[in-house]
């Protein structure tokens, strides 16, 4: 299958240069001299949404909440026959189908899609079984997949897809720690991300009960600092964040 990516922005480039491994990928944007970069990892550029989606088989829309009725407006007659992707937070496939007559996925992931180290989650009624197979192959080169029975979910998974900015700032903490305690920053920064990979790893197999049991030793250290996280209500705070970004979304 070919691909057209429309929005060649933050997410767009990242699912781009990633698909591009695989699949023939043209990229567009109104500004495209800002993806000629993605020229060198083999995917055509182009600011002509037509063309490019008369070129593909599956059309990945990832352009902001308020550009893209336009662009579908700008689409709906070349769209027929294709399979569209809407990775655009917030806008529900009813919507959508109010402009094209497609069939249409709703989609959601993150920036890791990059590296391949996404999860990506998706909801669609309309796929025969061998489209949706293809469809899984090819999310399958951006990390997990998960297929959703209820498209609601998709409001909440595109809080943990922002969320890769609150594990960035995390990250930024801990390595903020180090320089506090005298390393220096690349050691620091190699420290944590270990910490990072080997904790999502662990706890791909154990519970965080389970580990936390495992390294708090009674009137040990990592109790000491347990408790400093507890007193500045650092659990609360997540849930808050996540909350506050998925209600953000709810009121597009
Ligand atoms: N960033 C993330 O991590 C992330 C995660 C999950 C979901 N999303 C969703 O993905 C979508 C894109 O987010 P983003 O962060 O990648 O935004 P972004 O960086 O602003 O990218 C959007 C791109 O769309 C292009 N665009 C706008 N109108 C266009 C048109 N008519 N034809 C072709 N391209 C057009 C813009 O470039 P020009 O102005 O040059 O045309 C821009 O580069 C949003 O709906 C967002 O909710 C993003």
């Not at 990242?14 to 800002?34: C, F, G, I, P, S």
């Not at 079984?129 to 959703?148: A, R, T, W, Y």
């Amino acid at each position: 299958m070919d691909v057209a990516i429309v929005g060649g922005g933050n997410l767009g480039c990242a699912l781009a240069k990633t698909l591009a491994k695989r699949y023939k990928v043209v990229v567009t944007r109104r500004n495209v001299e800002r993806i000629r970069f993605l020229e060198d990892v083999g995917c055509e550029v182009c600011s002509d949404n037509v063309r490019a989606v008369d070129d593909s088989d599956v059309v990945f829309v990832v352009v902001k909440p308020k550009d893209v009725f336009n662009v579908l407006s700008e689409l709906k007659d070349n769209l027929n026959g294709k399979i569209l992707v809407s990775f655009v937070a917030g806008v529900k496939i009813d919507e959508i189908k109010e402009i094209v007559g497609c069939k249409v996925v709703r989609a959601m992931t993150n920036i890791s899609a990059e590296v391949g180290s996404s999860v990506t989650a998706y909801y669609t009624k309309d796929l025969a079984p061998e489209e949706e197979f293809e469809l899984e192959l090819m999310f399958e080169c951006l990390g997990d997949v998960i297929k959703v029975e209820d498209e609601g979910l998709l409001d909440a998974i595109t809080a943990y897809s922002s969320a890769i900015a609150f594990m960035a700032k995390i990250f930024q903490s801990f390595v903020y720690a180090g320089l506090k305690l005298g390393l220096s920053k690349d050691l620091a920064r190699k420290l944590t991300s270990g910490l990072f990979k080997g904790a999502s790893e662990l706890l791909d197999l154990e519970e965080p009960e389970a580990v936390i049991e495992r390294v708090t030793t009674p009137a040990g250290t990592t109790i000491e600092g347990l408790l400093k996280l507890m007193e500045h209500r650092i659990d609360f705070g997540i849930v808050d964040a996540m909350i506050s970004s998925a209600k953000k979304l709810s009121q597009r």
